[in-house]
């Protein structure tokens, strides 16, 4: 499976952002895809995740509250909508799957990975 990330940008903190992840090349009904960041000199950090054929989502406790992940089946599309943006919320986002039916928040547990799109916040 092919992923394409979209949507990041340079915005002010309190602004929102939706970022996007486009997938093609098979059905995703037994995948679990999901988002993760990685800031300058930091670790790649999970962010998020959705099972595709429920729609379960998962979080990082960092994040809840402030970002929503959603899936749109008839697009293929996933879709990160963060709101109230901190600098801290600075990095490359990247979109992640898997075949799993089970949720992951390990990098090593997900085989498929798009470009990263840049979100940058300042204060």
């Known amino acids: 499976v092919q992923l394409q990330a979209s949507g990041g940008g340079l915005v002010q903190a309190g602004e929102s952002l939706r970022l996007f992840c486009a997938a093609s090349g098979r059905s995703l009904n037994n995948y679990v895809m999901a988002w993760f960041r990685q800031a300058p000199e930091k670790e790649r950090e999970f962010v998020a995740a959705?099972?595709?054929?429920?729609?379960?989502?998962e979080y990082a406790e960092s994040v809840l509250g402030r970002f929503t992940i959603s899936h749109n089946n008839a697009k293929n599309t996933v879709a990160l909508q963060i709101v109230n943006l901190k600098p801290e919320d600075t990095a490359a986002y990247y979109c992640a799957a898997s075949v799993r039916w089970t949720m992951a928040t390990a990098p090593s547990d997900y085989r498929y990975w798009g470009q990263g799109t840049l979100v940058t916040v300042s204060s």
């Open positions: 959705v099972r595709w054929y429920d729609g379960g989502t």
